[in-house]
């Protein structure tokens, strides 16, 4: 079992829908939360990231951990072409171990 | 300020030729990290530098894949005698340090193709 799973996709929706792209992990162990967005031929750029259960807004955004079902997520709400991307969940252990363990990346297509 | 930079974009060579990767991190950053990514392989991790000293080599692939890195800043990755399945992206990130591993800053990558 990997410690972090992501289904792939493709996923495609219409513009202004509500998008919602989750990941799963293995290890209780882990602390941070991160969502990168990478485009076409471009490296990968952090979107957000949380540390704690619960949800944390940035404009459109909506990052969403729960820790007690091991389970995150991201919303993008009012999708926009320009949101086609593919979305990597990242995480990290707590302690010394600060190496990030990384989804395969969704990807997603919002289309006008 | 300029972001991560990587060298060259593209490269493609012979199966069997040796390639050197160049990054430039970002200005103060400490922490260097190099990933691979190929198509439905996700980011593969393969060493992190901290400063010039590298605690984590645990992803290089083989011992054709070696990296340095000098003065704190620029760092190279060599892949001697390239194989097929040496093609990839290529990626460097940087972060502030080895606490702030959670943001890294990527560069565009380099396009590695053995033919």
């Known amino acids: 079992q990997k410690e972090v799973e992501q289904d792939p996709g493709p996923l495609s929706v219409p513009e202004g829908a509500i998008v919602s792209l989750n990941c799963t992990y293995s290890n209780s162990a882990f602390q941070y939360f991160m969502w990168y967005r990478q485009y076409s031929r471009k490296g990968p750029e952090l979107l957000m990231y949380?540390?704690s259960s619960g949800n944390k807004e940035d404009g459109r955004f909506t990052a969403q951990v729960d820790k007690s079902s091991k389970y995150i997520s991201l919303f993008i709400r009012d999708s926009q072409p320009s949101d086609s991307a593919t979305y990597l969940c990242a995480i990290r252990y707590a302690g010394n171990n600060r190496k990030l363990i990384w989804g395969l990346g969704t990807s997603l297509a919002v289309n006008p | 300020g300029a972001g991560v930079s990587q060298s060259p974009s593209n490269k493609v060579t012979e199966k069997g030729k040796d390639v050197e990767l160049r990054c430039d991190p970002i200005?103060?950053?400490?922490?260097l990290y190099w990933y691979r990514q190929s198509l439905g392989q996700g980011l593969e991790f393969l060493i992190y530098?901290?400063?010039?000293?590298?605690?984590?080599k645990s992803g290089l692939p083989s011992d054709r894949f070696s990296a340095e890195r000098t003065g704190g800043s620029v760092s190279t990755l060599t892949i001697q005698r390239t194989q097929q399945e040496d093609s990839a992206v290529y990626l460097c990130a940087s972060s502030l340090g080895r606490r702030s591993s959670y943001e890294q800053y990527f560069g565009p990558g380099t396009r590695l193709t053995v033919t």
């Open positions: 200005s103060g950053h400490t922490a």
């Open positions: 530098f901290q400063g010039n000293s590298a605690p984590d």
């Open positions: 949380t540390y």
